[in-house]
């Protein structure tokens, strides 16, 4: 009886094939030889206790950033702190007065016709906590929900000390979104720190026999990570880590911090950044409050390719 032992498999093991959303008409329409270019906005905003002021001044921050035409604007707009979670936690699903931060992603989106990635933003389901990213299209619907997948816990004595995951339970599935401005994978802060995830959103779905049109799919244009890095690991990993993931997968990285607060509980390092595909960073800000625009041009990734 033959065996049904296969060495090459014992070698190089079966890939873990990422779910890829449907081919949209918008994606397909995304040649990137052909250069689709779109500004982005990145709003870099000072978060306080006050979840109302929160909400006005973001809603505010990204209405100046699509004057300044921006199509895709990545926004921060959530307290860092176990205390502050459960009580800023919202029923997304419900949405409405159950969840006021996306209730007004959702009108801003499309009011202004612009993609908007909103996050991040403690999110109750059950008796769970998760800490979520909201991605909202041209017509404000809900495209796609990104709940952290590695949740970040720390304890260097003497510099910080903080486990997130005190109080929320870890996602479990990578996001990626087909948007007008292109394909997107999802991150949020400590996601960064893994280069598998960004892998899975970079590669290329290969041809399936099981493919009803056989379409060669490429894979995320750009990876975008909300996230707050802190005092002692930001100047350490944020920059470097932005920049390896974007060289490793030779397409561009958002991210998007918090402005620093020193009197804060969980002080963020700030410095809201766009990264182009050969790991060169395209703008930047420093640690206060800013918006910050800057063009994508997708031709860059084929260029580099």
């Known amino acids: ?160 000390s903080f486990q997130e995951s005190k109080t929320f339970t870890a996602g479990e599935n990578p996001t990626v979104v087909d948007t007008e401005v292109g394909r997107i994978g999802i991150g949020i802060c400590y996601d960064i720190r893994f280069q598998e995830l960004a892998m899975l959103y970079a590669a290329r779905a290969r041809e399936n026999e099981h493919c009803q049109y056989h379409l060669w799919t490429s894979g995320a244009h750009l990876i975008c990570y909300p996230g707050a890095f802190n005092m002692t690991t930001g100047p350490l990993h944020w920059d470097l880590l932005q920049r390896a993931r974007a060289v490793d997968n030779q397409l561009y990285v958002a991210t998007c911090s918090p402005a620093r607060d020193a009197g804060a509980v969980y002080v963020a390092w700030g410095h809201s950044t766009l990264v182009g595909p050969f790991g060169e960073i395209l703008v930047t800000t420093e640690h206060e409050e800013a918006i910050i625009i800057s063009e994508v041009d997708y031709s860059q990734i084929e260029l580099r390719r």
């Open 1 to 160: 009886m033959a065996s049904s032992f296969k060495p090459e498999q014992a070698r190089v093991p079966p890939a873990c094939q990422l779910s890829i959303p449907p081919v949209s008409k918008a994606s397909l329409s995304l040649s990137l030889s052909h250069g689709f270019q779109f500004k982005i906005g990145l709003c870099q905003l000072l978060v306080t206790a006050d979840k109302e002021r929160n909400i006005a001044h973001a809603r505010q921050a990204i209405e100046d950033a699509a004057k300044r035409g921006a199509q895709l604007v990545e926004i921060w707009n959530s307290p860092i702190s176990n205390d502050s979670f459960p009580v800023n936690a919202e029923d997304i699903d419900a949405g409405g007065d159950a969840s006021p931060s996306t209730t007004m992603l959702s009108e801003v989106a499309s009011l202004l016709k612009i993609t908007i990635v909103g996050g991040s933003i403690p999110e109750r389901c059950g008796d769970k906590l998760y800490n979520t990213c909201c991605v909202f299209d041209t017509d404000g619907k809900l495209k796609a929900k990104h709940r952290k997948i590695h949740l970040f816990d720390i304890d260097i004595p003497g510099k910080i």
